[in-house]
């Protein structure tokens, strides 16, 4: 099968289309042919020597990719869930090894759910990491309730478009920062309110903040915590809860944590519930082959991406 292979730490220029062996799954595995990938910035923080390229090196090929949309080939004895020609998506063995880029994986059946009707490879591909970050955080890190003031930041991209519209499933007033040129966007998703964050401190404008969402780290998380009301949440994904912040928060009465989204086939089913009633919509922006996978890296390197990348294989 081809597969790209990242030869060394560094450039996108090192990530190589080659011919490898097609895997194999354990008895609780499946085989997918892979359709549509996606890609997040933990791909880049990798592919640049960080991330979760030690683990990733102690194999002898390095293949980057958690986020996969595709077709059951094969399952493995013990597999109850799927059959072969089963549609499914998922984020796979995160943190660990995913392998996605690549013409198949193999999956735990427990990472993986059932596309639902009428949603393609694409939207499902871009509805897995970036999705499940964002529910893992509102609902089972923050447990967000109706009524609640939620702060997302970078609400226009990868996490934060999704964690607009799942803070809106559950009936929350959301304030999203982002460039003024993604405020039409922002309100189009359901934010209630917009701050321009090239214009605007928000640490000195907003307060009584029930939960916020960190995908930006540093300063922002500093400034967060002060908007933050008495018993409110924030929760980092980006590690930006370190210990100036944890002093801050073990002074006041509030939660500040950090979190790593986990590979779960049941909130991928939660997410799959959402796509199908059509109240959660993954934006696409831009679309690459396999073999454009260096500037489709270089395209999220960016940091400016508005919703989501996928890489369509097969």
């Given at each position: 099968?081809?597969?790209i292979i990242l030869t060394e730490a560094g450039s ?160 929350a007033f959301v304030i999203g920062t982002a460039s ?18 090239t214009r605007e401190d928000f640490s000195q404008t ?109």
């Amino acid at each position: 099968m081809k597969a790209i292979i990242l030869t060394e730490a560094g450039s996108p220029d090192n990530l190589k289309l080659q011919q490898v062996d097609t895997p194999q799954p354990k008895e609780d595995e499946v085989l997918i042919k892979i359709k549509t990938i996606s890609i997040n910035p933990v791909d880049v923080k990798t592919r640049k020597g960080g991330g979760l390229l030690e683990g990733l090196q102690k194999n002898p090929l390095v293949i980057l990719g958690w986020d996969v949309a595709g077709d059951v080939v094969a399952v493995g004895a013990s597999v109850t869930k799927f059959k072969e020609s089963d549609k499914v998506f998922g984020m796979i063995n995160f943190p660990g090894k995913g392998k996605t880029y690549a013409e198949y994986a193999t999956a735990p059946e427990a990472h993986l759910a059932h596309i639902p009707d009428g949603i393609n490879y694409e939207e499902a591909a871009a509805a897995t990491l970036a999705a499940l970050t964002a529910w893992q955080v509102l609902v089972h890190q923050a447990e967000i309730r109706a009524g609640q003031r939620v702060l997302i930041h970078a609400a226009a991209g990868g996490v934060g478009h999704f964690a607009v519209q799942i803070a809106k499933h559950f009936d929350a007033f959301v304030i999203g920062t982002a460039s003024a040129a993604n405020s039409d966007f922002l309100k189009s998703l359901g934010v209630d309110q917009t701050v321009d964050y090239t214009r605007e401190d928000f640490s000195q404008t907003l307060k009584d903040i029930d939960i916020v969402l960190d995908p930006i780290g540093g300063a922002t998380t500093i400034k967060s915590l002060r908007v933050l009301k008495p018993g409110g949440t924030l929760v980092s994904i980006v590690g930006g809860v370190k210990e100036e912040a944890q002093s801050i928060a073990g002074d006041s009465n509030f939660t500040a944590k950090n979190y790593l989204v986990h590979s779960s086939g049941r909130d991928m089913e939660q997410l799959a519930i959402l796509l199908k009633e059509g109240k959660l919509k993954p934006f696409i922006s831009s679309r690459y082959t396999l073999e454009q996978m260096p500037e489709a890296h270089r395209k999220i390197e960016t940091g400016k991406t508005r919703g989501k990348i996928v890489v369509n294989v097969g």
